[in-house]
């Protein structure tokens, strides 16, 4: 134990002394996770959330604008803009400000779409009253040519087009269902007070049915939606964590080449003791960098005006596995600096295969989202077992017992490594 | 006298090598002696200091140091011998006390004992007033002198120094060279090897010439100098085994 002591507290003051490298090891995440997470957080934000101008060329001006318009500006994800310099806005004047990037989406209500609506809602409403021997409204067959076009920016995601259309349809079926009603009051001579308009539980039963969000479980604590800080902060902080690898390996290159590792090998029976110093001194340090990160998550980011990173129901329960990611990253560095001979190989080897792994592990993109293959290759990366066991903990509220697997895939692969590095270490040692 | 130092045909050849870097090589050395081992370049002195130090295996042979196999005993044998390499074995961003403290530790000492040697050593080779500076500032001198402390930390009964004079100033080098004789002097043994011909004539109780990876001669200086024709030194012994073509 004295020597694992004597290689820890070597460890710290050659780390204490490199306080470039001390800083970097632990601003350059922070800096990494404050971006990535403030960068991040538009894409990541739901589109409820969000606020966009949408441009409206109203050439109708009839109550199917006004509605869709009322209904678009009454949502909080629109800002209808119908007029510019105090002029209405066109639709080439539309499309050329969407061309330009200066709008996300603009929308074209054309002439007579009321009437076309209204003629619609007669259409129906003389259909119900044939059948139940009420008169008729005046109606013609539809025009195909009169619809409401929509239009984007060619860099609108499709994601972002499916849900400003989907809105759309909704308060253009809103409309029309509010002008079928008023044709039905009219046809069963039910106008002003009693109008069918005027019946909430009947306007309730033409929005249909209703959809809510639910919990999964009840644990006591708030399902956290997946934003861009309960994604970021963990990711970016595993990634931060594996890049440990640089100053274990060139550490353990440095030694070897400046001789100081010849001193330890040639002390009898050390070799291990040193070993575990080292990488327990590692561990400690990726932990207190992960902590850190979590901190700022939950204390900086909210200044920024981002979201706070919750730790989900069963905090404590991140302490094994961040062991056991700072485990795994200290023990990939540690097999790195034991199978390379130089810096050259083994720093570029080192920084970008954690930058593979992380890609494959769902660290840039959610692993559901990669082609099937990928998600079978994920498996492999110990950082997709990092990041899933910490959405479990933080996203999914689950507890310790969800994260079994995780732990034990993790630190199994560290002891694998770390005996393969052992047995380079021994035979190394043999061949100085 | 017993024997220290018993190598019986040593026979070293490195993976990928055209020549063996030991060919038969078989020398004694006795307790309490300062024993030189020279040769030119490539004539396979540090493959028998990595063989006798337990880092090197050879292909076949036998080396022992006290008794001990140096094969198959490292983890005994190593208690029993302090190696001074040629490579300055220290950690450059630590000072030479937090070496000593570490080094110490690593052999199991406690920490009065460790700083009881280190003040011991440190004095006797003139590194007091040095210690607490980061290695990685020292001298050559001063990193040699340092080096040659880490090495005796543990007291070893015999303790091997490959060239521990290579590259320092005049002065460095008769303070090592004084503080071995006195080390000898309290009945140590140490195996020396050095390029330095007058340096091993003045402190060596024996030298073993090798080259090739085998034995040539071996006797005190004085014999070797007796005994060889038209030789008044060492160094003129020297190259009359070894021949004066330039080594690489």
């Not at chain 1, 209500?109 to 129906?124: D, F, K, L, Q, Y």
Request: hydrophobic share 45%; with cysteine; aromatic share 8%.
């Amino acid at each position: 134990m004295k020597k694992i002591i004597a290689t820890i507290v070597k460890e710290w003051i050659l780390l204490r002394r490199d306080v470039a490298g001390m800083a970097l090891l632990l601003i350059m995440p922070a800096i990494l996770i404050v971006v990535m997470a403030m960068i991040q957080d538009a894409p990541f934000r739901d589109y409820q959330e969000m606020q966009f101008d949408l441009l409206v060329a109203d050439h109708d001006r009839g109550s199917l604008a006004r509605e869709v318009k009322t209904g678009l500006g009454q949502s909080r994800n629109f800002r209808v803009v119908d007029s510019l310099d105090g002029a209405p806005v066109g639709e080439v004047q539309l499309q050329q400000l969407l061309q330009e990037g200066k709008y996300r989406v603009g929308i074209v209500i054309p002439a007579g779409a009321t009437a076309e609506v209204a003629n619609s809602a007669n259409r129906i409403a003389n259909r119900i009253s044939e059948r139940i021997g009420l008169g008729t409204m005046p109606a013609r067959e539809p025009r195909d040519s009169v619809y409401v076009r929509i239009y984007y920016d060619p860099v609108a995601k499709p994601t972002f087009r499916m849900s400003v259309s989907s809105a759309l349809e909704k308060y253009i079926t809103f409309s029309g269902s509010s002008l079928l009603m008023q044709r039905l009051s009219r046809l069963s001579g039910m106008e002003g007070s009693d109008s069918l308009l005027r019946d909430a539980a009947l306007e309730q039963a033409v929005r249909g049915l209703e959809v809510r969000e639910e919990k999964l479980f009840e644990t006591g604590v708030a399902n956290t939606l997946v934003n861009s800080v309960q994604h970021n902060v963990p990711a970016w902080a595993i990634f931060g964590m594996f890049f440990i690898v640089i100053p274990v390996a060139g550490n353990m290159i440095r030694e070897r080449e400046d001789g100081s590792a010849l001193r330890v090998a040639l002390v009898p029976g050390v070799i291990r003791f040193v070993s575990l110093g080292k990488i327990f001194f590692y561990v400690i340090v990726c932990c207190m960098q992960f902590f850190l990160m979590l901190g700022i998550g939950m204390h900086i980011l909210p200044w920024m005006g981002l979201p706070q990173l919750h730790l989900g129901a069963y905090p404590l329960a991140v302490v094994p596995v961040a062991i056991a990611i700072a485990f795994s990253a200290t023990t990939y560095g540690y097999f790195i600096g034991s199978w390379f001979r130089t810096t050259n190989q083994a720093l570029p080897f080192g920084a970008i295969s954690v930058v593979i792994l992380s890609a494959m592990g769902g660290i840039w993109i959610p692993v559901d989202i990669l082609p099937k293959p990928v998600q079978h290759m994920a498996m492999c990366s110990p950082l997709y077992w990092a990041l899933d066991g910490v959405n479990q903990l933080f996203l999914r509220n689950l507890g310790l017992a969800s994260v079994i697997k995780h732990l034990l895939i993790l630190t199994g692969s560290s002891l694998l490594l770390w005996l393969l590095a052992y047995l380079r270490n021994t035979r190394r040692a043999a061949s100085i | 006298m017993s024997l220290a130092i018993e190598v019986y045909d040593l026979h070293k050849r490195y993976k990928g090598a055209l020549e063996p870097a030991l060919d038969g090589l078989s020398l004694q050395a006795r307790k309490g002696q300062v024993i030189g081992l020279l040769g030119p370049n490539g004539a396979g002195k540090s493959t028998t200091i990595n063989i006798l130090c337990g880092l090197v295996t050879p292909n076949s042979g036998s080396a022992k140091i006290f008794g001990k196999n140096c094969i198959h005993d490292t983890v005994a044998l190593r208690k029993e011998i302090g190696v001074v390499p040629q490579q300055i074995a220290l950690f450059g961003n630590l000072s030479a006390r937090e070496n000593l403290m570490y080094i110490g530790r690593l052999y199991g000492l406690n920490d009065n004992t460790i700083r009881e040697r280190s003040d011991m050593l440190l004095d006797r080779l003139d590194m007091t007033r040095h210690a607490d500076k980061r290695v990685i500032r020292y001298s050559g001198g001063m990193k040699r002198r340092t080096n040659i402390i880490a090495s005796l930390l543990h007291q070893p009964s015999l303790l091997i120094m490959d060239e521990p004079t290579a590259g320092v100033d005049v002065q460095s080098r008769a303070l090592i060279l004084n503080f071995l004789e006195e080390y000898h002097e309290q009945g140590n043994t140490v195996l020396y090897t050095s390029h330095l011909m007058d340096e091993a004539q003045k402190i060596c109780d024996e030298v073993v010439i090798v080259d090739d990876g085998k034995y040539v001669v071996s006797g005190t200086p004085g014999e070797l100098i007796v005994n060889t024709p038209d030789c008044t030194t060492l160094e003129d012994v020297f190259l009359h085994y070894t021949g004066h073509t330039v080594r690489d």
